[in-house]
């Protein structure tokens, strides 16, 4: 199966800002899966905002390689699970999962698990922002300011898109255009293995 596209993944991400969104599919390790209404392109057209906060101090600011908050790259889905801090879930290729999260990242963070362990963490509201000041809503050339020599633009395999890649080691953030205007639409990090290879062959599995 296909991997979730950015169209679906950003209004996935916009609509968790407005109501709670589930996906229909069997449940996984307990969690509630109901179904969702809205098509692709009702996703597409959908206003990117992020829910408003009445504790602005509890407002996630930050996204880097190592993850968000309580959502660390490497994190068991089960244990992430039975503290309840995952909503719905969206299974994708054979041992990929797709999630939501509850509490302050609620409607902010997009989630991918492979064979259990979290291994992306994404989003399409601002903030979060990188370590360095990058977010959701720049241009690729402002990123080239902030980066300069640590970070690259790419291609995926089939040529038609493009996306800005920084490397940490063994993991990235990369930040893909928006469906519907000009700038980064999405920004993610993870380790090379799933999140840059899954840009690139236009997968996750």
Known sequence: ??????????????????????????????????????????????????????????????????????????????RLSAAGLIDWVAPGCTGVVHAGVTGDWAGVILLAFR???????????????SPSGASVGMSFDQLEEIYGPRGSLIWNDAGDESAYLVRFGSRVELFTGHPIRSGVGYFQVGPASFVERTFRQGRSC
Do not use: C, K, W, Y
């Open 1 to 78: 199966m296909n991997r979730l596209s950015s169209t679906v993944l950003t209004g996935v991400l916009a609509l968790t800002a407005v109501v709670p969104v589930t996906v229909a599919s069997p449940a996984v390790a307990g969690v509630r899966a109901t179904a969702v209404t809205a098509s692709p392109s009702e996703f597409a057209a959908t206003r990117i905002t992020a829910a408003p906060r009445t504790d602005q101090h509890a407002h996630p600011e930050i996204l880097s390689v190592r993850g968000a908050g309580p959502f660390r790259i490497g994190a068991r889905f089960d």
């Open 115 to 129: 064979d259990g362990r979290l291994v992306e963490v994404g989003t399409a509201t601002v903030p979060p922002r």
